[in-house]
């Protein structure tokens, strides 16, 4: 079966730390793996999209970075503010083109 | 601004009631997705749309309805049967569909709870 897990469930942080949220995923055969933001009671957010043949991808603050043989991948967050405080969501696809989500890392950042 | 219309952003639903949530898109996207976010849970999908007039059964379709009459509209039916259709519903689109690299795009949610 084919699940998604992200470790931490929840996370609270001074403001200025960096941060790594981690995901993995049970088959490492997928397409491709994206990283969501999803403030309360809000639609998510596309942060970032890493294709299965690329190592990292970075934006801003944020670097993803992917490792499909050992299924996983982290969400790197420098300097962190409490505007970044949200829920973090590692979603998977495979060739079936439908995205598998982990169930979120729930992130504080307090000043 | 191209995005995704999701209204309305909350709706209560009676016993034995049907209730339509709308999602539209100004993107000129082809592939249009509905999911369930439950507390505690991953989103799972429940139905979904590669191209007009066109829709497959996600993971948990059984008591929903789904119309993809025009391509910027995706309206999904919580019907009767769904017996637990309390839960937060969110609406994404995506350029194409089967080409495995493309994002996708979501709605803000509409919250679904019952009288």
Known sequence: K????????????????????????TDSAIYNLQWFRQDPGKGLTSLLLIQSSQREQTSGRLNASLDKSSGRSTLYIAASQPGDSATYLCAVIYNTDKLIFGTGTRLQVFP | DGGITQSPKYLFRKEGQNVTLSCEQNLNHDAMYWYRQDPGQGLRLIYYSQIVNDFQKGDIAEGYSVSREKKESFPLTVTSAQKNPTAFYLCASSIDFGQGGQPQHFGDGTRLSIL
Do not use: K, M, R, Y
């Open chain 1, 2 to 25: 084919q699940e998604v897990t992200q470790i931490p469930a929840a996370l609270s942080v001074p403001e200025g730390e960096n941060l790594v949220l981690n995901c993995s995923f």
